[in-house]
């Protein structure tokens, strides 16, 4: 079982700047990928980011090119979301998300664990 804690949400003007973080209880260097999600109330929950732990690979939705990086603390077993430029659309209930057993590729049906979520709120 993997256990995923996320911090760092919270409200901010348009154009803030906000950094998530997503500590695991399991890290490894083959085949597992951590991401995050987002939704808001009444839509289908959407990918922001995810990225291959082995090597770095990162993949992002086309909203957050360019203004969202996604990166890997090794030595906390943590994956962070920096979010800048931040737009009132970009406010949502963010989760972190975890797959472990997956290609580098970090197929979306492979995330199979999942965070409390944590709320973020730009306002215009």
């Known amino acids: 079982q993997v256990q995923l804690v996320e911090s760092g949400g919270g409200s901010v003007q348009n154009g803030g700047f906000l950094r998530l973080s997503c500590e695991s209880s399991?890290?490894?260097?083959?085949?597992?990928?951590m991401g995050w999600f987002r939704q808001v109330p009444g839509k289908e929950r959407e990918v922001v980011a995810r990225?291959?732990?082995?090597?770095?690979?990162?993949f992002y939705a086309d909203s957050v090119k360019g203004r969202f990086a996604i990166s890997q603390d090794n030595a906390k077993n943590t994956v962070y979301l920096e979010m800048n430029s931040l737009k009132p659309e970009d406010t949502a209930m963010y989760y972190c998300a975890a797959a472990t057993s997956t290609t580098y590729l970090c197929g979306l049906n492979r995330f199979n664990y999942w965070g409390q979520g944590t709320q973020v709120t730009v306002s215009s």
């Open positions: 399991y890290w490894t260097y083959s085949g597992y990928c």
């Open positions: 990225r291959f732990i082995g090597d770095g690979s990162t």
